[in-house]
């Protein structure tokens, strides 16, 4: 019986490995991953891999055991009911003990583009009788800090205006995923997780702009126009729409936070915008 972590090389799946290792011995951990080669950093750490890929039910086949405790990190293609269902299909047929997956703040109320994915999985693993968990997760920091570079040069652009974004940094939200998969307590929860303090883009701009000494102003555009902008940046035609429903979402109030899951399982306060924004910096 091992906790097996899908997309294992992925930016959350390696700190969620991280996390683990803190936790339980090596030996009870089975990274998933599309490449061996890629996941041999894991391997070093004496953790088994499995090869499966999302797309190959006959892989995935292989990939879980009786007993299992499964995290499901949600994928990033633009077919991704399907292949979460594969995985769920896989994980159910194999007995798995219980399957974690990581999923949208607010579940089935989050009434925007990007949540029908998690929506249609959350109901898929509750009709396959598994023993379930949801970590429905707020936006990550990086989504923001990833893009300084960016942003230094031309700005922060988009379009949530005076919306607030309860953000955490990845490193909490695999904080978190750890102490589910290694507790007790946690069959047939659903966790809302976000940041303990929210901020509006305005704000981010101003802590980017007092900490890089440069002057970055947050423009917040109309739907139409950020799509302009969005398409220019070389943003996937498919993903346009999602992400200006994203911060239209964020201008709802949707992302604003929902309590302080986060912090109660990982036993600290989340990482603020602004250490984010400083360790970014940084590199």
């Keep these: 019986m091992s906790i097996v972590v899908t997309a294992a090389t992925g930016h959350l799946g390696t700190l969620v490995i991280d996390g683990l290792l803190q936790r339980v011995p090596a030996d009870q951990v089975v990274a998933v991953a599309r490449s061996a080669a890629k996941a041999a950093p894991i391997a070093d750490r004496g953790v088994e891999v499995r090869v499966a890929d999302y797309n190959d039910p006959d892989a995935l086949a292989k990939a879980f055991g ?4 499964v995290l499901l990190i949600s994928g990033l293609e633009p077919n991704r009911r399907e292949q979460h269902q594969a995985v769920i299909t896989a994980a159910t047929n194999a007995g798995v003990a219980r399957i974690a997956y990581t999923s949208v703040l607010g579940g089935p109320d989050a009434d925007f583009d990007l949540a029908a994915d998690h929506i249609a999985t959350e109901q898929a693993i509750l009709d396959s009788g598994l023993p ?6 707020g936006w990550y920091s990086e989504v923001y800090t990833d893009q300084i570079a960016v942003q230094l040069a031309n700005g922060v652009f988009g379009g949530a205006g005076d919306g607030r974004i309860a953000s955490a940094a990845r490193r909490d939200y695999a904080a978190a995923a750890a102490v589910v998969l290694t507790g007790e307590g946690h069959e047939k929860k ?3 997780l976000n940041g303990d303090s929210a901020f509006t883009l305005t704000e981010y701009a101003a802590e980017l702009s007092k900490q890089s000494g440069q ?3 947050y423009n917040n555009l109309s739907p139409e126009d950020l799509t302009q902008v969005l398409t220019g940046a070389g943003i996937p035609a498919p993903f346009v729409p999602i992400l200006v429903g994203v911060d239209n979402a964020i201008e709802r109030g949707l992302l604003a ?3 302080s899951d986060l912090s109660r399982l990982i036993g600290r306060p989340t990482t603020p915008i602004a250490d984010t924004i400083a360790a970014a910096l940084k590199v």
């Design 190 to 192: 659903a966790y809302e």
């Design 66 to 69: 009786a007993g299992d405790t």
């Design 215 to 217: 002057d970055v102003a």
């Design 257 to 259: 936070g929902r309590g």
């Design 132 to 137: 379930y968990t949801f970590l429905r997760n």
